[in-house]
């Protein structure tokens, strides 16, 4: 069972409803912290009963775009990476899987500090961005180099490149992610062999199964992974604008998108982690279904699962530490129980 901290670490002052103005800033002088879009600020508690609901792996998004200083050496800012490193081991030293990446400097909104996204641009804009992703990532793995293996670093998030067609976007890509895999064997310790995982092409699934996708040449064998997120129907999953879900139609789309990714990515042994899965405030009992198949057919298909959760009347409480949404957590736990069972939807 994975579970993601979202909208904490990856906060940063962005434009997040496309109304052209930064929607939340930091005080004068400050740095943004991670409770700047309404979350409290994390503990280990949080962490312990995860783990205690059965929660055994969890994803920490991280934004470095505020807390990065001017090239050449993009360094990092010595609070921030204590912070992220502190979060962290909230999870590490619980035993639980973590996966640390970068996350909202992909893209998005590139006219309020996104820049990943100016790769497409080419040319002296090219060459800036992998300066500053070699830069970053740099810092990342030397601060975390002598962490076992039960920390995974993600190349980056949900990132794809809209103003090229697909093939030359996915070139790009392809590119970033080889950088991604270099950048980390070189950088000592326990990352000659660390479990990396690489971002598909916007971690879409039809796009990264149809399209010219590759993983990453290596100098370890079997130590990548792939990363896809799992939003379909996007209406229903992140809007209201589809209340219910569970139809014969909805259950034979969920199956075929992770056939899809059995046939192209495990059945060639290359593991799949559905790094965000989630559904927006829409009808209790058809949010819970949905849930329960998706990790059911995951599961099944040895591909991992991690709920998104922005905290924010989402599915976690992280200030009474109870879970929101009846029977929920409970349909999480059948889900990767292992025993063979027809998923029921409750009535409301």
């Not at 993601?4 to 912290?33: F, H, I, P, S, Y």
């Not at 090219?126 to 030397?142: F, G, P």
């Not at 879970?323 to 349909?331: F, V, Y």
């Amino acid at each position: 069972m994975g579970w993601n901290l979202g909208d904490t670490l990856d906060v940063c002052e962005a434009d997040r409803d496309g109304d052209g103005q930064v929607n939340e800033t930091a005080g004068e002088g400050e740095e943004v912290d991670e409770t700047l879009w309404g979350n409290p600020k994390t503990t280990k508690a949080m962490f312990d009963k995860l783990k205690e609901y059965g929660f055994n792996a969890v994803r920490i998004p991280v934004t470095w775009r505020d807390h990065t200083g001017e090239a050449p050496e993009y360094a990092i800012s010595e609070s921030w990476m204590n912070r992220v490193e502190e979060v962290v081991r909230y999870a590490y030293d619980n035993g639980m899987y973590v996966i640390l990446n970068i996350h909202h400097d992909g893209g998005g909104d590139p006219n309020f500090g996104a820049w990943i996204c100016h790769a497409a641009e080419g040319g002296a804009q090219k060459e800036e961005v992998l300066a500053r992703y070699t830069a970053v990532w740099e810092q990342i793995a030397k601060r975390f180099q002598n962490y076992s293996d039960y920390l995974v670093f993600e190349s980056m998030n949900e990132v794809g490149f809209d103003s090229l067609d697909q093939e030359e976007g996915m070139k790009i890509l392809n590119e970033i992610n080889q950088k991604f895999v270099n950048i980390i064997r070189k950088s000592g310790g326990n990352n000659e062999k660390r479990h990396l995982l690489i971002a598909g092409y916007w971690t879409d699934i039809e796009k990264t199964c149809t399209g010219n996708f590759q993983m990453p040449k290596d100098t370890i064998k079997d130590r990548q992974m792939l990363s896809v997120h799992y939003y379909t129907p996007w209406e229903f999953c992140t809007t209201n604008m589809q209340n219910t879900w569970g139809t014969k139609k909805d259950l034979k789309l969920m199956q075929s998108k992770f056939d899809m990714l059995e046939e192209h990515f495990v059945k060639k042994n290359i593991p799949v982690i559905i790094g965000e899965y989630g559904v927006g405030r829409n009808e209790e009992a058809s949010c819970n279904y949905f849930i329960e198949n998706m990790v059911k057919i995951c599961h099944e298909k040895k591909i991992a699962s991690y709920l998104w959760d922005n905290g924010q009347g989402a599915h976690f409480d992280r200030e009474t530490l109870g879970w929101r949404t009846d029977g929920q957590l409970e349909a999480l736990q059948r889900a990767v129980s292992g025993k063979e069972y027809q998923v029921k939807k409750e009535k409301n």
